[in-house]
């Protein structure tokens, strides 16, 4: 990946991405499917300026859905559960 704002789609807010960042201080981000640990971590601590201590990806299939008698999938995505470090903090619902 070369451009960062590439990497990071959009963030997973449901309620156990919340509870996550109540919780353990993890966000959960809709990323790239081609990106990386590592870059995934210089994305989010450029954007947005806080130190990350852990990564951890899942390539998730996309679910099928029905319009009548047609049937069909939706994409398929690959989701990050990002560990901030105890001093950083982030919050998307404050920011909107």
Do not use: C
Request: net charge positive; charged share 35%.
């Amino acid at each position: 990946m070369k451009n960062i704002y590439e990497v990071l789609k959009r963030p997973r807010l449901t309620e156990k991405s919340m509870g996550l960042q109540e919780s353990h201080n993890q966000i959960v981000l809709q990323v790239d499917r081609r990106a990386n640990k590592n870059e995934i971590k210089q994305a989010v601590e450029n954007i947005f300026s806080v130190k990350v201590e852990k990564v951890r990806t899942a390539n998730l299939p996309g679910r099928k859905k029905r319009m009548g008698r047609y049937v069909g999938t939706t994409s398929d995505y690959k989701k990050a559960f990002v560990t901030l470090s105890a001093e950083s903090k982030l919050d998307f619902l404050e920011e909107l």
